[in-house]
């Protein structure tokens, strides 16, 4: 499995805090985590609130855990809140299931990393995300679909 680098990790940062300070987006914090949600980045604009840091990081981890966009994850929560209640607590509560967490892809599919952005709507975030991802020459789950990879994107009913 290929890891993320730094620079790459910074770019999908820069771009992220770029694009939020375009769109007048309140103060921003962004993760950039490899696999096995190692802290490979994270950068926290002047005005951010506490516990942004976790909250980043709880979005990044809950897209690797589950292999999904963490909006997904909050669906999930949604509809089977016992299955998430266990792997809240077999986390040690690490999972925030919240939209703007995503993975991070290669042209072929596989993940690199994630991406936790928060500080605005959750809407926002994940716009955010998905533009610094892009920015960076990366992929998302969305635009792996029909890749004949299996992304584990689709919401359950």
Known sequence: MSAITLEQANRIIEAIIKRGAELACRPLSV?????????????????????????????????????????????????????????????DDKIFPEGGGMLIRTASGEVVGAVGVTGDTEDKDEELAVFGIHAAGFKTDEDCEGMGRSVNVRQTK
Do not use: H, W
């Open 31 to 91: 993760i950039v985590v490899e696999p096995g949600c190692i802290v490979k980045a994270f950068q926290k604009e002047d005005g951010c609130s506490m516990v942004r840091f976790e909250m980043a990081f709880g979005k990044a981890y809950a897209s690797l855990a589950l292999g999904r966009p963490s909006r997904l994850v909050r669906v999930r929560n949604e509809e089977k809140p016992a299955f998430m209640r266990y792997l809240l607590s077999a986390t």
